[in-house]
């Protein structure tokens, strides 16, 4: 049986076909890579209004904020490169997976591919208007986009995101089921991220209701880019150990 679970038998002659394994040892790399990075610099862009803010908040309708470009938007051009990487690790995985799996991964892909398009677009929308929009006073509407607020468009699609992506953690774990003690603890990671992130909307929700501001936002968002980081590290030992047993023909 191949890595795909599909016969090997009648290919003699056949150059072998590149191993899923190889992309996804280098997209399990460089998303954990990226996402440690634009961690990083998100830690750098302290919060001036919402929940978290620590004093000397900015308030509605959060015109005054373009000095804060460009410290607390460098990090949105790597969420995308993030959300791109992530993509490009769950197709790896729905590759990798076993045949009776791959109902569960192709949904995780399906959800991964909604969490990006809706990340990617809000973090374009948001590096590429608002800091030249409010150095050009046009600010018709602009509250209702701009990151700092904490009831606004940019924080919502957010959210929801970050949530799709729990969800898709959630779908990809059974492809780690009854495997290696390593696998078993990639599988763990996805579902308790999951649960962690469905639990706090929940409990968040119910103490706060609609002014729940960016409290579930960042509980989220530091739920899936530490999951990111550790089974990024955990998937690239995975997928390099199948190319070690696969030999020169995985490369």
Known sequence: MTENGSDSKGAAGRRPTPSPSRL?????????????VTFGFALMAIPISGANCPGDC????????????????LWMPLGIVLVLAYVTLMASIHRY???????????????????????????????????????????EGLPLLIQYNPHGVFLAL????????????????????????LESAVRWIFVAAAVLSVVSLVVISG?????????????????DWLTLIANGVLLSIVFRRRLRERGSDGW
């Open 207 to 223: 103490i706060y209701g609609l002014e729940r501001q960016d409290r579930f936002e960042v509980i989220v968002i530091s739920v």
């Open 24 to 36: 996804g040892f280098y997209a399990a790399v460089l998303t954990a890579v990226i996402t440690t």
């Open 58 to 73: 900015v308030e509605y309708p959060y015109l005054e904020t373009v000095s804060q470009y460009p410290r607390d938007f």
């Open 97 to 139: 997976a076993p045949q009776q799996k791959r109902a569960y991964s192709q949904i995780a892909l399906s959800l991964a591919l909604i969490s990006a398009a809706i990340l990617a677009a809000d973090y374009y929308v948001q590096f590429s208007v608002i800091p030249v929009s409010l150095l050009n006073g046009e600010t």
């Open 158 to 181: 957010e959210e929801l995101g970050y949530l799709v992506m729990s969800l898709s953690f959630a779908f990809i774990a059974p492809v780690f089921a009854n495997r290696s003690r």
